[in-house]
């Protein structure tokens, strides 16, 4: 896939458009990919961003519209025969083999193969080990992928698509689970791509990170290009109106309520196994307490652990909710004391995706909603109804399995989960992850709402702007120990990234 | 979000009707659509070959449910367990067990029919049990289990019967061997009622399934199952009692299994502790024709009925067409690959 006329794209996409039955998901769409460029696709979830990359990946083929390379109309047909044309797809979901061996992972589906088909693994070690010196990643190839950190992993895949010498790679929300310094080395790799003649396609909700690697950006929205420039045509306020196609008032809206002295939820001493050790905190009626911290910081299992997922024997330290004490024993005792927790991970952890929106959002609330065993199906649906227009839950019906609701609605509909159960603490694990900028905005909103009634907020997000904006007050955490806490005022990134890497005061 | 309002254009006419056109859409791409084709299938199979009319009298379709039922008994433990992500291949077995149990005690040792059948049921069930807690509380894959289960109580038939059939010709001390009448209860369980026309097998079996209905479709337990089979995690983290929940459909599989035992043996008017082999895959087979998915957390009571009458039919659509065994086991292999394809297809 040689190009020698740099001006002309690797790729280029034209009047794509693609129905699933009697649902137009593109309509008419242009895209395309020049060597040695970012190309950011942005758009809210639900506008055609995954639609428009699984074809030119060949996991969709278009209803209309041609996909050229070189001048030349192409078809992938399949994912390998992207592969062959040298596209290659890194999806949030990643798709190794996690029993494989990092090299085994690499070679995948194209193995180095001797006299009658067997694999030379010497020569694929050989190969991958100098693929991943090219990269500067320092990865044992004959480590198990399902040992290696989510990050390396994602190492792991970028070089799998450079082993296949593509020239085209689209990367889907690649820092949806990294932390701050993984990103940085992903944005360095991706320099590394831009100079030796790639085409990125990069999804991203984030902002600053949006920022930081465009060199082009096109926007979708409902299925229909609204609108593609160079990154310094396009800023932010610019690009979300489009994403959005209204204006959004300030991005973070926190109001902090009237202080209260009184601690809803008291934390002292508290540890779970090796990831927490001896953290002690409180928060406050109506308060925010953010909670910063890199990968391994500790700050999700100390979560897990005060909600009880680890069950009562590997933790230790006194939890109070109101002023009571109550025995960490299990998410059912946690739940009957008040707490609740969103998991960071909707999809592995939070939602039942085959069940029902309405199932799901009772699934909490279950024992009250069926006394005597025996269910109120009016009254579940009451309830979903309720907390479903209170969290704007866009479903054609409450009756449709939650799995086929974008991103940004699942979210709501675990959130609604446990609102149904009325709780008094709200331990939030990322609670904007991988949604759109109007549902997080939505969110927003709610936990300034649920502050205002009183509830008492516990926030993890790996998005810096959003740990300041929402934050009434900030604790940072290194390795399961608390290595700084800031109030609202005095935090800054800096400081904050200073105290989670281990920087105390 | 915008796909699912893109799909109906005109719903601000009139949104009612359109809900309802939708709902009815729902249901011609849902499981129970599917599986009500293929049994209007298997039927319409019979009405064209119906044996010089045999397919048309009532006593062929009274044998078809009677034969059915006691797999029909087994299909019904079989969803609940399978809708929880797992799966009890221990039933053949425990059929087995409690057949014999139910005709040592009835025929050998004179119980009365009213201590007997507790006392077999709550074998059944503790078989279940013992599945049950390892599963749930050790953690044991399901398959594992209840595999052992299944070697296990078949080791138990046959060392409560000795190795032998356990009927009605009782072996005196000095061997020689003296008869018995048939007890009251099993042809109690063996007749027909409604003008002969209906079997109380077949009674008994659609009141299991009308219970597993309603625990199912509106207790909370039900529910729990469903969650467990569709994301066992986010239920736990949800305060879903998993172990418990998870637990009871082993309970129930074995007690469902243990009613099974008890018709078998009246049917056969003996105990063998050779019977039911195979039977957990025909229960499994049943399930899944019906549309219930071996992933857990999608399907229901109502498709294993409609799968329990597909494969009953077919049976006897083979058999009064005289299609010798060989082939209705080759047909029967063929078919459930194609319903279970059919299913599949769509997801």
Same mark, same amino acid.
């Given at each position: 896939?040689?190009?020698?006329?740099?001006?002309?794209?690797?790729?280029?996409?034209?009047?794509?458009?693609?129905?699933?039955?009697?649902?137009?998901?593109?309509?008419?769409?242009?895209?395309?990919?020049?060597?040695?460029?970012?190309?950011?696709?942005?758009?809210?979830?639900?506008?055609? %961003?995954? #639609?428009?990359?699984?074809?030119?990946?060949?996991?969709?083929?278009?209803?209309?519209?041609?996909?050229?390379?070189?001048?030349?109309?192409?078809?992938?047909?399949?994912?390998?025969?992207?592969?062959?044309?040298?596209?290659?797809?890194?999806?949030?979901?990643?798709?190794?083999?996690?029993?494989? #061996?990092?090299?085994?992972?690499?070679?995948?589906?194209?193995?180095?193969?001797?006299?009658?088909?067997?694999?030379?693994?010497?020569?694929?070690?050989?190969?991958?080990?100098?693929?991943?010196?090219?990269?500067?990643?320092?990865?044992?190839?004959?480590?198990?992928?399902?040992?290696?950190?989510?990050?390396?992993?994602?190492?792991?895949?970028?070089?799998?698509?450079?082993?296949?010498?593509?020239?085209?790679?689209?990367?889907?929300?690649?820092?949806?689970?990294?932390?701050?310094?993984?990103?940085? %080395?992903?944005?360095?790799?991706?320099?590394?791509?831009?100079?030796?003649?790639?085409?990125?396609?990069?999804?991203?909700?984030?902002?600053?990170?949006?920022?930081?690697?465009?060199?082009?950006?096109?926007?979708?929205?409902?299925?229909?290009?609204?609108?593609?420039?160079?990154?310094?045509?396009?800023?932010?306020?610019?690009?979300?109106?489009?994403?959005?196609?209204?204006?959004?008032?300030?991005?973070?809206?926190?109001?902090?309520?009237? $202080? #209260?002295?009184?601690?809803?939820?008291?934390?002292?001493?508290?540890?779970?196994?090796?990831?927490?050790?001896?953290?002690?905190?409180?928060?406050?009626?109506?308060?925010?307490?953010?909670?910063?911290?890199?990968?391994?910081?500790?700050?999700?299992?100390?979560?897990? $652990?005060?909600?009880?997922?680890? &069950?009562?024997?590997?933790?230790?330290?006194?939890?109070?909710?109101?002023?009571?004490?109550?025995?960490?024993?299990?998410?059912?005792?946690?739940?009957?004391? &008040?707490?609740?927790?969103?998991?960071?991970?909707?999809?592995?952890?939070?939602?039942?995706?085959?069940?029902?929106?309405?199932?799901?959002?009772?699934?909490?609330?279950?024992?009250?909603?069926?006394?005597?065993?025996?269910?109120?199906?009016?009254?579940?649906?009451?309830?979903?109804?309720?907390?479903?227009?209170?969290?704007?839950?866009?479903?054609?019906?409450?009756?449709?399995?939650?799995?086929?609701?974008?991103?940004?609605?699942?979210? %709501?509909?675990?959130?609604?989960?446990?609102?149904?159960?009325?709780?008094?603490?709200?331990?939030?694990?990322?609670? #904007?992850?991988?949604?759109?900028?109007?549902?997080?905005?939505?969110?927003?909103?709610?936990?300034?709402?649920?502050?205002?009634?009183?509830?008492?907020?516990?926030?993890?997000?790996?998005?810096?702007?959003?740990?300041?904006?929402?934050?009434?007050?900030?604790?940072?955490?290194?390795?399961?120990?608390?290595?700084?806490?800031?109030?609202?005022?005095?935090?800054?990134?800096?400081?904050?990234? %200073?105290?989670?890497?281990?920087?105390?005061? | 979000?915008?796909?699912?309002?893109?799909?109906?254009?005109?719903?601000?006419?009139?949104?009612?009707?359109?809900?309802?056109?939708?709902?009815?859409?729902?249901?011609?791409?849902?499981?129970?659509?599917?599986?009500?084709?293929?049994?209007?299938?298997?039927?319409?199979?019979?009405?064209?070959?119906?044996?010089?009319?045999?397919?048309?009298?009532?006593?062929?379709?009274?044998?078809?449910?009677?034969?059915?039922?006691?797999?029909?008994?087994?299909?019904?433990?079989?969803?609940?367990?399978?809708?929880?992500?797992?799966?009890?291949?221990?039933?053949?077995?425990?059929?087995?067990?409690?057949?014999?149990?139910?005709?040592?005690?009835?025929?050998?040792?004179?119980?009365?029919?009213?201590?007997?059948?507790?006392?077999?049921?709550?074998?059944?069930?503790?078989?279940?049990?013992?599945?049950?807690?390892?599963?749930?509380?050790?953690?044991?894959?399901?398959?594992?289990?209840?595999?052992?289960?299944?070697?296990?109580?078949?080791?138990?038939?046959?060392?409560?019967?000795?190795?032998?059939?356990?009927?009605?010709?009782?072996?005196?001390?000095?061997?020689?061997?003296?008869?018995?009448?048939?007890?009251?209860?099993?042809?109690?369980?063996?007749?027909?009622?409604?003008?002969?026309?209906?079997?109380?097998?077949?009674?008994?079996?659609?009141?299991?399934?009308?219970?597993?209905?309603?625990?199912?479709?509106?207790?909370?337990?039900?529910?729990?199952?469903?969650?467990?089979?569709?994301?066992?995690?986010?239920?736990?983290?949800?305060?879903?009692?998993?172990?418990?929940?998870?637990?009871?459909?082993?309970?129930?599989?074995?007690?469902?299994?243990?009613?099974?035992?008890?018709?078998?043996?009246?049917?056969?008017?003996?105990?063998?502790?050779?019977?039911?082999?195979?039977?957990?895959?025909?229960?499994?087979?049943?399930?899944?024709?019906?549309?219930?998915?071996?992933?857990?957390?999608?399907?229901?009571?109502?498709?294993?009925?409609?799968?329990?009458?597909?494969?009953?039919?077919?049976?006897?659509?083979?058999?009064?067409?005289?299609?010798?065994?060989?082939?209705?086991?080759?047909?029967?292999?063929?078919?459930?690959?194609?319903?279970?394809?059919?299913?599949?297809?769509?997801?």
């Amino acid at each position: 896939m040689v190009n020698a006329d740099p001006d002309q794209p690797l790729v280029r996409m034209r009047g794509i458009s693609k129905r699933f039955g009697p649902v137009m998901v593109l309509e008419g769409v242009d895209f395309d990919v020049r060597s040695g460029e970012v190309h950011i696709l942005a758009g809210e979830n639900g506008a055609g %961003k995954s #639609t428009l990359i699984k074809i030119l990946g060949g996991v969709h083929e278009a209803s209309e519209g041609v996909i050229e390379m070189g001048g030349l109309a192409v078809k992938p047909g399949s994912p390998l025969g992207a592969n062959r044309l040298g596209i290659s797809v890194i999806y949030q979901e990643l798709s190794l083999v996690p029993g494989m #061996t990092v090299a085994d992972n690499i070679f995948l589906g194209r193995p180095m193969t001797g006299a009658g088909g067997l694999v030379r693994d010497r020569e694929q070690r050989e190969r991958a080990r100098r693929l991943l010196e090219k990269l500067g990643i320092a990865i044992d190839v004959e480590e198990v992928v399902e040992r290696l950190p989510i990050a390396q992993q994602q190492m792991v895949e970028i070089a799998k698509a450079l082993a296949r010498e593509a020239r085209v790679i689209v990367m889907d929300e690649p820092t949806s689970s990294l932390a701050a310094p993984d990103v940085r %080395k992903l944005f360095e790799l991706i320099a590394g791509l831009k100079k030796s003649g790639c085409g990125i396609v990069y999804i991203s909700h984030k902002m600053e990170e949006i920022e930081q690697i465009a060199d082009r950006i096109t926007v979708l929205r409902d299925g229909k290009l609204v609108g593609s420039a160079v990154a310094a045509e396009m800023p932010v306020e610019k690009l979300i109106r489009l994403m959005v196609g209204r204006e959004l008032g300030e991005q973070f809206p926190r109001h902090v309520p009237e $202080g #209260t002295a009184e601690a809803r939820l008291r934390v002292e001493g508290f540890s779970t196994g090796r990831a927490v050790k001896n953290v002690s905190f409180a928060v406050k009626r109506g308060e925010i307490l953010g909670i910063g911290g890199l990968q391994g910081s500790g700050a999700s299992e100390l979560l897990l $652990g005060l909600f009880g997922a680890y &069950g009562g024997k590997r933790v230790s330290g006194k939890v109070r909710v109101d002023g009571e004490e109550f025995a960490v024993r299990g998410p059912r005792q946690s739940r009957e004391a &008040g707490v609740a927790l969103l998991t960071n991970d909707r999809k592995g952890t939070g939602l039942v995706l085959p069940m029902s929106v309405t199932g799901n959002a009772t699934l909490a609330a279950l024992e009250r909603l069926s006394p005597g065993g025996w269910r109120r199906p009016r009254a579940e649906r009451e309830t979903t109804r309720e907390y479903a227009t209170a969290l704007r839950v866009k479903a054609a019906d409450y009756d449709v399995e939650v799995g086929s609701l974008s991103g940004g609605n699942q979210q %709501k509909v675990a959130i609604a989960k446990w609102l149904a159960t009325g709780p008094r603490v709200l331990l939030l694990d990322e609670p #904007t992850r991988g949604i759109d900028i109007g549902a997080k905005r939505d969110i927003y909103q709610l936990m300034n709402e649920w502050t205002r009634s009183g509830i008492a907020i516990v926030l993890i997000t790996s998005e810096m702007p959003e740990l300041l904006a929402m934050s009434d007050r900030i604790m940072v955490m290194h390795r399961g120990e608390v290595t700084g806490e800031f109030s609202r005022g005095e935090a800054t990134a800096d400081k904050i990234l %200073k105290a989670a890497m281990g920087d105390n005061r | 979000m915008t796909k699912l309002e893109a799909r109906n254009p005109k719903s601000e006419k009139n949104p009612k009707l359109e809900t309802r056109n939708r709902r009815v859409g729902v249901f011609m791409r849902s499981a129970g659509m599917r599986a009500v084709l293929a049994l209007a299938l298997v039927v319409a199979i019979g009405c064209l070959f119906n044996a010089d009319g045999a397919f048309f009298r009532v006593g062929t379709h009274r044998d078809a449910l009677r034969q059915a039922s006691v797999y029909g008994m087994l299909a019904c433990g079989m969803t609940l367990v399978i809708i929880s992500g797992g799966i009890d291949l221990a039933v053949g077995s425990v059929v087995a067990l409690v057949a014999v149990l139910f005709s040592l005690t009835v025929i050998h040792w004179g119980w009365s029919p009213w201590v007997a059948v507790p006392v077999c049921l709550a074998a059944g069930g503790a078989c279940g049990g013992v599945s049950g807690v390892l599963v749930a509380r050790f953690g044991l894959q399901p398959f594992i289990a209840t595999l052992a289960m299944m070697v296990f109580a078949r080791g138990m038939a046959k060392w409560a019967s000795g190795g032998e059939k356990i009927a009605t010709a009782v072996k005196n001390a000095d061997g020689s061997y003296r008869y018995v009448d048939v007890p009251h209860i099993f042809r109690l369980i063996d007749s027909r009622v409604l003008g002969g026309n209906v079997s109380v097998v077949t009674l008994i079996c659609l009141g299991c399934i009308a219970i597993g209905w309603v625990l199912l479709a509106r207790h909370r337990w039900g529910r729990e199952l469903y969650a467990i089979g569709g994301n066992e995690e986010a239920a736990r983290l949800s305060g879903v009692p998993v172990r418990t929940a998870k637990g009871m459909a082993y309970v129930a599989s074995g007690l469902l299994a243990g009613v099974a035992g008890l018709c078998q043996a009246a049917q056969e008017q003996q105990g063998d502790p050779e019977a039911g082999m195979g039977y957990e895959l025909t229960a499994i087979a049943i399930v899944v024709i019906g549309g219930t998915s071996l992933m857990g957390g999608r399907g229901g009571m109502g498709l294993t009925l409609l799968g329990m009458l597909t494969i009953g039919y077919l049976d006897k659509i083979l058999s009064v067409n005289a299609v010798p065994e060989a082939g209705r086991l080759m047909l029967t292999g063929g078919i459930i690959v194609v319903a279970v394809l059919a299913q599949t297809r769509k997801r």
